[in-house]
């Protein structure tokens, strides 16, 4: 009996609705985040993560409404970011209901936001989102949804961010994202081996298979999916069940 | 019955709202010396740093309320930093004091494991416990957290593994406590919660 490993759906939310996009762009509605939270939440699922992708000031009103309501079907812990560049930024999110915190480009555009929320809410609280794409022998953080380079590399970047207080990691891989064709195994094994705090990996699943790869292989602590829940292709309950009958830690609910 | 939730701005304080509502329950926000004194139950969810929590208690001078109306034996639930602040000190913040009700320190999880302890563990059973009554012996809790109370006294009902093993539920006379967070680990954690509510009724 260990430490269970974490399935992770995340609602990418435009305007109070939930939207998915292939490689980043080409966005489609999937459907209702407080009705697809409620089922996860009875699923099974581990954490729920709420993103805003537009994270435009004039629509951050919807955006708590959303996790407001999101949380108030969740017994499972509640992950929001998308836009968050300050701690009142963050503030706001956890008054909402959220437990933890992400941030992405803004952490990359001024690290001590890491820092500043770290200080104010607990490391266990802020979740450091890194877009990673191949370029070479190593990897570089993308920022701005995935489409510009930071130029700077993946694995130092997380080990900066755990630095200075991020207690989680949210690696996802910009090849992968979307493709369905399984998580990138070579990134998520370098960066969980080389950081202290867990971390979760994101971009490519469709198949149970995939999900027993990135725990043993990938050394990932929890995985994030999206589409392939909301569609229903994967329920995360027969997930769970292969898992453990692949000798993985999970929590099987009841 | 007036039940209590201690706010001194902890994040966690509605999910535990929320979590005791679905269990039909309504309970009081106290933030004076005066709520906690009129308390007939009282819960004290906490999360993130041990200093803010600790700081928190002599700055709302709210440290000698909360011990009183502990000795006067009400029944009290601890969550998470919650729990940490019942002993003498922490690691974390070795230079403030705890509310020094159980012996012993809070220390850090070993490095040999990836920190902070985030997600879901079963526990090990060591004794009998009200709280864990009617919850299944292989359920999982949700935990959060970096530092922990790794010596295992006879106050301790169970432990979990992280590492190290460490205290899960800690019940000592009228104070309960838990390391996990009940308002975030599903049913079993709603459980843990009724227990509690059932105690206190």
Redesign the interface.
């Known amino acids: 009996m260990s430490l269970a490993h974490r399935i992770i759906p995340c609602l990418d939310t435009d305007g109070g609705r939930v939207v998915k996009g292939v490689n980043f762009v080409g966005l489609r509605d999937a459907g209702d985040p407080v009705a697809l939270a409620a089922r996860y939440n009875a699923e099974g699922a581990d954490e729920l993560v709420v993103l805003d992708i537009a994270a435009s000031r004039d629509r951050r009103p919807t955006f708590l409404e959303t996790i407001r309501r999101v949380a108030a079907e969740l017994a499972i812990p509640l992950t929001a970011g998308g836009g968050i560049r300050t701690v009142e930024d963050g503030r706001a999110v956890v008054r909402a209901g959220a437990d933890k915190i992400t941030v992405n480009t803004a952490a990359v555009e001024r690290p001590q936001l890491i820092s500043e929320l770290s200080r104010e809410f607990g490391a266990q609280a802020v979740v450091l989102a890194i877009d990673a794409k191949r370029c070479g022998d190593h990897w570089d953080v993308m920022v701005c949804g995935g489409r510009e380079s930071a130029s700077l590399d993946a694995l130092l970047w997380a080990n900066m961010g755990v630095a200075a207080g991020a207690g989680e990691i949210l690696l996802t891989s910009v090849d992968r994202d979307g493709t369905q064709i399984g998580f990138d195994v070579p990134l998520t094994s370098a960066l969980s081996r080389a950081v202290t705090v867990p971390v979760i990996a994101s971009g490519g699943a469709k198949l149970p298979e995939h999900f027993k790869e990135i725990f043993k292989e990938g050394a990932a602590d929890a995985a994030l999916a999206a589409t392939i829940f909301h569609d229903g292709v994967q329920s995360i309950r027969a997930l769970k069940e292969f898992l453990a009958a692949n000798g993985i830690a999970v929590r099987l609910p009841c | 019955m007036n039940l209590t939730l201690i706010d001194y701005g902890a ?2 304080v ?2 535990v709202e ?2 005791l509502q ?1 269990l039909g329950a309504t309970a009081q926000r106290a933030n004076s010396a005066e709520c906690i004194s009129n308390a007939e139950a009282l819960l004290l969810p906490g ?3 041990y200093a803010a929590l600790a700081r928190a208690l002599d700055q709302q001078n709210l440290r000698s309320p909360l011990l009183e109306a502990i000795h006067r034996g009400i029944p009290f639930l601890g969550i998470c930093l919650g729990l940490q602040v019942l002993f003498q000190s922490s690691e974390e913040a070795p230079e403030l004091q705890g509310l020094n009700l159980l012996r012993g320190r809070v220390s850090t999880l070993p ?1 040999t494991v ?9 526990l ?1 059973l060591k004794q009998e416990s009200r709280l864990l009554n009617g919850v ?1 012996p ?3 809790f ?1 935990f ?3 530092f922990a109370a790794l010596d295992l006294d006879d106050s301790v009902c169970a432990s979990c ?2 590492g190290a093993d460490f205290a899960a539920v800690i019940e000592h006379k009228n104070i309960c406590a838990v390391q996990f ?1 009940p ?5 079993a ?2 459980r843990v919660l009724e227990n509690f509510l059932r105690m206190a009724a």
């Open positions: 994040g966690n509605p999910s929320r979590a679905r999360v993130g740093h490095s990836k920190l902070p302890h985030m997600g879901w563990n079963p090990k299944s292989g359920a999982y949700y959060a957290h970096s593994r992280h967070h308002e975030k680990s599903g049913d954690g709603a």
